[in-house]
């Protein structure tokens, strides 16, 4: 029971320290005059991954590499089917040119970079498996030049990113709530963590199995939010960009920065997971060519959901 409350709590300052920070740095950066594409595309992006980022953080630190990987594979999965198919049953969503040949392609190749990184042990035929420092660097090279093309994509105004609707603080207030939402997003990483674990503990499951499905589903709240609300406006492009966006930060700065920090040892269990985060990304693909061009239909919306929910029970019954 007290596992569960930790959990719960930490879901929520991870949502409310999350929007906290996007309020306080949006109203800051409105302040020093910075454009509302720009803050969409940092501060926005940042803050609904931002809780993937402290938990994974506060789990490498403590050494719970399972529950780091498998929050990052299950979020990705979960972002890819489950997100995107209920945003798709709440309006269909037409998906850019753009994002259709550039950026589901390069969401599509980061869970395959974590799958031959980290299969030291079958390609290299090492004795041991683990994402090195090194491979953290390689997924950190890779984010930079994601960001390269966002900027590039900025100078020749052809990419649509949500409009910021930013509440106008002073500089004092801006402060704080940055201040307030980095205090929630520690607190509720770290309740997140230690809800996991306990959990692990109580019940003898095991932490990929915990990370990939609880831990994965709460990080990946404020996705949800956002993209269930820009379907449910209308606003295709939002909702597609934020989870493919999010997809991208998810493996190739999240995952890049906890290799740093520690070396995550990679098991052989784990590549069925990436297997399916990869799989997940290649049937996004593919939608774009199936039924209307470059369209995820609402019946392509419930097959995603129906493929998450059989993926979900494989989990449990395997443990």
């Not at 930079?144 to 509440?167: A, C, P, S």
């Not at 449910?232 to 920065?257: D, E, P, Q, W, Y």
């Not at 070396?263 to 784990?270: D, G």
Request: charged letters at 10%.
């Amino acid at each position: 029971m007290i596992s569960v409350v930790l959990l719960i709590l930490g879901c929520y300052f991870l949502v409310k320290g999350a929007g906290f920070l996007v309020d306080g740095a949006s109203s800051l950066a409105k302040r020093l005059k910075i454009s509302e594409l720009v803050i969409g595309l940092t501060v926005v992006s940042f803050g609904t991954s931002s809780p993937e980022l402290v938990v994974n953080i506060f789990a490498t630190i403590q050494g719970n590499t399972d529950i780091a990987i498998g929050n990052i594979l299950g979020s990705n999965t979960f972002n890819s089917l489950f997100i995107l198919g209920i945003s798709a049953v709440v309006f269909p969503l037409t998906v850019t040119n753009n994002t259709v040949w550039k950026e589901i392609p390069l969401s599509f190749l980061a869970p395959i970079l974590v799958f031959i990184l980290g299969n030291d042990q079958l390609i290299d035929k090492n004795n041991f498996s683990l994402l090195s420092r090194v491979d953290g660097l390689i997924f950190l090279s890779f984010f930079i030049v994601f960001m390269y093309y966002i900027l590039g994509t900025l100078k020749r105004n052809d990419i649509i990113v949500e409009r910021v609707v930013t509440k106008q603080f002073g500089l004092a207030k801006s402060l704080f709530w940055i201040v307030i939402g980095l205090i929630g997003l520690c607190i509720g990483g770290k309740l997140v963590v230690d809800g996991a674990v306990f959990i692990v503990h109580k019940l003898g499951v095991s932490e990929r199995l915990i990370g990939l499905t609880i831990v994965a589903m709460g990080t990946s709240l404020p996705e949800l939010a956002t993209s269930v609300v820009a379907a449910s406006k209308g606003n295709a492009n939002i909702a597609v960009g934020n989870i493919v966006g999010s997809n991208i930060f998810n493996i190739f700065f999240i995952l890049g920065l906890s290799s740093v920090i520690n070396p995550l040892p990679f098991s052989a269990n784990i590549n069925i997971d990436a297997g399916i985060t990869i799989l997940a990304s290649f049937i996004l693909f593919i939608s774009m060519f199936t039924g209307k061009k470059y369209l995820i239909d609402r019946w392509e919306g419930i097959f995603y959901i129906l493929f998450y929910v059989v993926y979900v029970i494989f989990l449990i019954n395997r443990g």
